[in-house]
């Protein structure tokens, strides 16, 4: 029988490690075509690039959409979960790019 050390320095059958490094392998490849479905999603709705931007006082979601160039359902799609009715001046949301692919002006916090 062929061992073979493993990690840890335990010797295991050369079989048993061969299965544990197909199983590894197969949940990286797994992750790996997950986050590729993941990343074509953003960049099909424009979230690859984004920035934050700071709520000032009495400004709305509309005015910060608009000032930066990206309409409000993207504005809402970049920030899921947020309830607008919560927010004020100090929140900080994420901006989409414009559809040019480069981040709109208007308020920038790094």
Known sequence: MTTHEDVRGTLVPAREQATK???VL????TLCVAL????QGCARDGLTTSRMVRL??????WQVAKSNGV???DLMRANPGIDP???????????????????GGG????
């Open 21 to 23: 490094t197909q199983e």
């Open 26 to 29: 197969r949940g990286a490849v």
């Open 36 to 39: 590729l479905f993941l990343f």
């Open 56 to 61: 000032e006082p009495n400004q709305s979601l």
């Open 71 to 73: 309409s409000l359902d």
């Open 85 to 103: 009715s919560r927010l004020g001046p100090g929140s900080t949301l994420r901006v989409p790019a414009r559809s040019g692919g480069s981040p």
């Open 107 to 110: 308020i920038f916090q790094s």
